[in-house]
């Protein structure tokens, strides 16, 4: 089977609205020597909607979103991004880790400036990192360093530098993962008015199931390699914790992956 996998442009920002893409993969594999991580993944994401990926350690969740991202080549397969318009686009995609990984050296502003890349005019930069440090609530913060900062506003941070570039498409592979649990649940929040705000596609990575269903519009569980459930959460947002709707969801997702459930 051939792959089709477009180039997707990393370094130069737009500064506009950010365009949100539409994500198809047709029979997406992935295989590292005999190990067949991936094996025949189909997934449609409507532009603008957030999918979260859940699943057991090693069920190729983050070998998905890295393969999204462009951070890995699949093995066979087809995967293509589309504009609202239907066209094939070139969405500008970033992504946002478990760790922060700030530069110490760097101010919580310039740390942001960092996603905007090399060229950009010193107003724009301005403009666009004041803009995205309002949007995550740390504007207070621009001047100073990141040992001062606490766990979250690290975090913060992160979100920010992979926001001001304004991205059609943003992945996070376990992004609150060590955080404490109320620091957790208060950046679901922001993140979750983030994204309502800007519009972007979302494609999280967590083995959290409460959080999948508090944030996502679709959750789907992979189980070695496959998907073995695609839920929609037909829930308004923002979401309460505690909803006993969402609890009865995420009953169901937790069968899915100890595979009590199929389909």
Do not use: Y
């Amino acid at each position: 089977m051939s792959v089709n996998v477009l180039d997707r442009p990393r370094a130069e920002a737009e500064h506009a609205a950010p365009q949100a893409a539409a994500i198809h993969i047709k029979g997406l594999e992935k295989s590292f020597g005999n190990n067949r991580v991936l094996r025949g993944i189909d997934l449609d994401i409507p532009a603008g909607q957030f999918v979260a990926v859940i699943g057991k350690s090693g069920c190729g969740k983050s070998t998905l979103l890295r393969i999204l991202m462009g951070l890995e080549e699949p093995s066979a397969g087809h995967l293509r991004f589309e504009a609202t318009d239907g066209s094939e686009a070139q969405p500008n995609t970033r992504i946002v880790f478990q760790e922060p990984r700030l530069l110490p050296w760097l101010s919580v502003a310039d740390n942001a400036a960092v996603g905007l890349g090399e060229g950009v005019p010193q107003d724009v930069l301005r403009k666009e990192t004041a803009s995205v440090l309002s949007e995550v609530q740390l504007a207070e913060k621009a001047g100073e360093w990141p040992s001062s900062l606490s766990g979250g506003q690290k975090q913060r941070v992160a979100l920010a530098r992979a926001l001001v570039s304004k991205p059609g498409i943003l992945a996070l592979d376990e992004p609150l993962g060590a955080l404490d649990a109320l620091t957790r649940v208060s950046m679901q929040e922001l993140l979750n008015l983030v994204w309502r705000e800007l519009g972007f596609t979302a494609v999280l990575v967590t083995h959290d199931v409460s959080e999948a269903v508090h944030l996502a519009d679709r959750v789907v569980v992979l189980d070695e390699g496959r998907i073995v459930l695609d839920l929609a959460i037909p829930h308004a947002h923002p979401r309460r914790h505690g909803n006993p709707a969402l609890a009865e969801l995420e009953g169901r997702l937790l069968a899915a992956i100890l595979g009590e459930i199929r389909g």
